[in-house]
Antibody, heavy 122, light 108 residues
Framework: EVQLLESGGGLVQPGGSLRLSCAAS????????MNWVRQAPGKGLEWVSG????????YYAVSVKGRFTVSRDNANKTLYLQMNSLTAEDTAVYYC???????????????WGQGTLVTVSS | SYVLTQPPSVSLAPGKTATITCAGD??????VHWYQQRPGQAPLLVIY???ERPSGIPERFSGSNSGSTATLAISRVEAGDEADYYC???????????FGGGTKLTVL
């Protein structure tokens, strides 16, 4: 069974940093693109970032480009999201999600992890 | 940037057919994917590549896509279908994933 388990969320002050992790199991992690999607409280889904199977191609939403960095450790089947210069607008549940192929483009997301909550507040 | 527009809400009685639209510029030329999100849960893929159903998704769920509108249809709606539904595409011009704003389905 494919499983994704996020961790690393929590309370952080504005301007601070946080690193999220997503541990994958049940599939050949190194063969698939992965993505991060977030959802602010009471709001809709917002794609944050995507990374190809090898990590050679990365993509970011305009709202996080230059502040967030996506990476992956294929040997340890883990996806990461390094978040810097956080603001209140980054407060959200962050989900990792598996793509159906090696490349990020034209992907759908299946499955999703259960999410980890990031709260940016003083 | 590419924009997907969904109605905020759809309400109907049990047993009826719900149709949730997703409008975008020439969306018929793109592949559209749909997700169901029940309260407190992670999203679940219900339709991919416009019309395909993942294993485990009931046949009551179907999709179509043409022109400027993609549609998710749920026939014989039941209380368990109450959820938020989101459409999603890949915008190749910007290399970005785009989600619609979501539609809340209420079964009366």
């Amino acid at each position: 069974e494919v499983q994704l388990l996020e961790s690393g969320g929590g309370l952080v002050q504005p301007g601070g940093s946080l690193r999220l992790s997503c541990a994958a199991s049940g599939f050949i992690f190194s063969s698939y693109a992965m993505n991060w999607v977030r959802q602010a409280p009471g709001k809709g889904l917002e794609w944050v970032s995507g990374i190809s199977d090898s990590g050679g191609s990365t993509y970011y939403a305009v709202s996080v480009k230059g502040r967030f960095t996506v990476s992956r450790d294929n040997a340890n089947k883990t996806l990461y999201l390094q978040m810097n210069s956080l603001t209140a607008e980054d407060t959200a549940v962050y989900y990792c999600a598996k793509g159906p192929a090696a490349a990020v483009g034209n992907n759908w997301f299946d499955p999703w992890g259960q999410g980890t909550l990031v709260t940016v507040s003083s | 940037s590419y924009v997907l527009t969904q109605p905020p809400s759809v309400s109907l009685a049990p047993g009826k057919t719900a149709t949730i639209t997703c409008a975008g510029d020439n969306i018929g030329s793109k592949s559209v994917h749909w997700y169901q999100q029940r309260p407190g849960q992670a999203p679940l893929l219900v339709i991919y590549y416009d019309t395909e159903r993942p294993s485990g998704i009931p046949e009551r769920f179907s999709g179509s896509n043409s022109g400027s509108t993609a549609t998710l249809a749920i026939s014989r709606v039941e209380a368990g279908d109450e959820a938020d539904y989101y459409c999603q595409v890949w915008d190749s011009r910007s290399d970005h994933v785009v989600f619609g704003g979501g539609t809340k389905l209420t079964v009366l």
